[in-house]
């Protein structure tokens, strides 16, 4: 039986979940709303004040989408309620980043300055010039805005210079030794 799959999701106050035909799911929070389409082979109930998720048969793709089924709509009961948020920190001499309206500005050393646009639903600010935070209610949107950032310029293993999640650890390398 899936560990993660068989453990009820609690619904916290003020939150309101509908599960419509086709298990879609609609979750409704302070911070917003979000559905989403979930694979239909699932049983998603609601019973007491929690969300219960049950599969049809042991079939090794039932096991898969049972725990994958639950952590999706955990995910959007937390972000309705808490929202997510990554950080990024630009280390490195001339990186910089700066915030333009909805557009996010990095300079990176290229010969040309790295224009992005905020995607719906996330937002993107500046803690000083080197710390972007990135926030929203979805967390995949969250994520995939925060690694293509990071794409534009990752770390190199040497001086460390490039784009690093907050919590990220670089692992270093030794440079070249000169002749003796």
Known sequence: MSRIGRMPIAIPAGVTVSIAENNKVTVKGPKGTLERVLPSELTIKEEDGSIVVTRPNDLKKMKSLHGLTRTLINNMIV???DGYEKKLEINGV?????KQGKKLVLSLGYSHPVEMEDPDGVESTMEGQNVIIIKGIDKEKVGQYAAEIRDKRRPEPYKGKGIKYADEVIRRKVGK????
């Open 177 to 180: 030794t000169g002749k003796k």
């Open 94 to 98: 001339g990186y910089r980043a700066s």
């Open 79 to 81: 972000g309705v309620t």
